[in-house]
């Protein structure tokens, strides 16, 4: 695992640490960390680190209490959902609203998983926005289309321009969120952009899956949620950043 930057915190009092970086933003700086290249322009301050890679505080099976039992390992610094495993989604333990999301990941050959935000779990159903986490060459669901292939907003927004290393191979992506607008970056380079309650979304809303789904397309504070979607997927260096 590569080294971490020092502005990244260990999720040990995490609340503490949310309400300082809300407060100061700007307080703390350290260097930038290896992949900081590819992950676009943004500064790597006020990053609060949501895994160490070695256990998985902060982290609990979507509508359960902890985290599950089976399906997810921590391996060699990465967080893994076995093929095949079981476990359900899994989802921070804190929700955020303006935020930066930082994550690298690969997935085996023909494997499908996904991240999501605008999680309401009180729905009883993991519906939300996701950040397609897919083998694009050979997984059914993506050979239809952009809309269901790496880094798009899935099933609604295309994605355009992915810079996609290959299944086996590391991606760094980063979803953001600020105010309204919501960005979908991969290995350094923004492939979706869209505007919470803008026709284009409300449009492509209505074309898609969720064109049922009241919550879909607004705002409020979420967890993060990475998917199992049955398949072998790996994740590291996950954090986020508080924006004002």
Known sequence: MPPLDSSIRSPVAFEM???????SVGVLTGSAVSLQAEEGPEPATNR???FDGLSTAGWRGFGK????????????GWLKHQAGGGGGDVITTNRFT??????????????????????????????????????DAAHPDALLGPKRQTAALYDALPVSGAPLRPAGQTNVSRIVVRGMEVEHW?????VVSYTLGSPELQAAKAASKFKNEARWGTR???PILLQDHGDEVWFRDLWVRPLQ
């Open 17 to 23: 640490n949310w309400i300082l970086a809300l407060a």
């Open 48 to 50: 609060i680190l949501l």
């Open 65 to 76: 209490p902890g985290f599950p039992a089976a399906g997810w390992v921590v391996e060699d």
């Open 98 to 135: 303006d935020f930066e999301f930082g994550f690298t990941w690969r997935v085996a050959p023909g494997a499908n998983s996904g991240v999501k935000y605008f999680i309401d779990e009180e729905r009883g159903a993991p519906i939300g926005h996701e950040y397609q986490v897919i083998d």
């Open 186 to 190: 991969l290995n350094g380079t923004r």
């Open 220 to 222: 409020f504070p979420t």
